[in-house]
Nanobody, 111 residues
Framework: QVELVESGGGLVQSGGSLRLSCATS????????MGWYRQAPGKQRELVAF???????NYVDAVKGRFTISRDIAKKTVYLHMNSLKPEDTAVYYC?????WGQGTQVTVSS
């Protein structure tokens, strides 16, 4: 059973930064893809960024240049560094690992 534990959400002003963390119970070098999704009120869950087992990051256009996905293999943790946050980034952010979901963490960006 895979366990994903997220942390790091909160309330921040527009232009601010947050770092989300997702700790997995699985060794990262055995995971093909791991990523972050988000779901805003009244909207569908959408992909934000993912990182392959090679370490290659990928981003959706809406966050390119502002968000960075990274990982710490020793800590079995994937991070989402979010800079220049905008009110439209407000959502519940979910960690995803090949069919498994974290519990979600709320990010609220005030204008």
């Amino acid at each position: 059973q895979v366990e994903l534990v997220e942390s790091g959400g909160g309330l921040v002003q527009s232009g601010g930064s947050l770092r989300l963390s997702c700790a997995t119970s699985t060794p990262l070098n055995s995971i093909k893809v791991m990523g972050w999704y988000r779901q805003a009120p009244g909207k569908q869950r959408e992909l934000v960024a993912f990182i392959r087992d090679s370490g290659e990051p990928n981003y959706v256009d809406a966050v390119k240049g502002r968000f960075t996905i990274s990982r710490d293999i020793a800590k079995k943790t994937v991070y989402l560094h979010m800079n220049s946050l905008k009110p439209e980034d407000t959502a519940v952010y979910y960690c995803w690992q090949q069919g498994y979901w974290g519990q979600g963490t709320q990010v609220t960006v005030s204008s």
